[in-house]
């Protein structure tokens, strides 16, 4: 059973408009989460992170919030970019750095 | 630049033939980690050194090894390949703790002939 769950394998949107990326967990025992940006050809990068003491962290144009009672959290970007196109992975950290990965979602950013 | 590096980027081997995949760090990390990903999915974790302590997923098949002579290198051992091994294998480092990101290499692409 997968414990990180990105429900939309695609989006795509319109260059200056917010991108909209979810994720959903079902282990309680999460208490941190982490965003993944991934280019072709090159490994993930971190993008951003929260705490599950906190609902919202921002970073610049990223900003993600965390809904600690849906077991769900987000992440949006303002404005959309074209460089921002890349596949983001969402993360859950539960002990020892260890992280469970979601399956992904493609952001495609039109110009 | 501080970074990750996998070597090779492309590996192929035969069915059945041992093959090893390199991972080297120069940012002095104490945690490092072997993920394996197939198209679309999840990197899914193998095992984690945290220093020299080895730590192995339960659903980690006997035929993968790994392999920490020091800190700055970690190598995955795959001692008899099949087809359905034939996956990217990313490498990645932390600091260790729960809120510490994880820095990954380019991965190495293992193909199965």
């Not at chain 1, 003491?53 to 849906?70: H, M, P, Q, Y």
């Amino acid at each position: 059973d997968q414990q990180v769950k990105q429900n939309s394998p695609s989006l795509s949107v319109q260059e200056g408009r917010i991108s909209i990326l979810n994720c959903d967990y079902t282990n309680s025992m999460f208490d941190y989460f982490l965003w993944y940006k991934k280019y072709p050809a090159e490994g993930p990068t971190f993008l951003i992170s929260i705490s599950s003491i906190k609902d919202k962290n921002e970073d610049g144009r990223f900003t993600v919030f965390l809904n600690k009672s849906a077991k769900h959290l987000s992440l949006h970007i303002v404005p959309s970019q074209p460089g921002d196109s890349a596949v983001y992975f969402c993360a859950a950290s539960a002990n020892a750095g260890k992280s469970t990965f979601g399956d992904g979602t493609t952001l495609t950013v039109k110009p | 630049d501080a970074m990750v590096i996998q070597n090779p980027r492309y590996q192929v081997t035969q069915f059945g033939k041992p093959v090893t995949l390199s991972c080297s760090q120069t940012l002095n990390h104490n945690v490092m980690y072997w993920y394996q990903q197939k198209s679309s999915q999840a990197p899914k974790l193998l095992f984690h050194y945290y220093d020299k302590d080895f730590n192995n997923e339960a659903d980690t098949p006997d035929n993968f090894q790994s392999r920490r002579p020091n800190t700055s290198f970690c190598f995955l051992d795959i001692r008899s390949p099949g087809l359905g091994d034939a996956a990217m294998y990313l490498c990645a480092t932390s600091r260790g703790g729960e809120d510490q990101p994880q820095h990954f290499g380019d991965g190495t692409r293992l193909s199965i002939l």
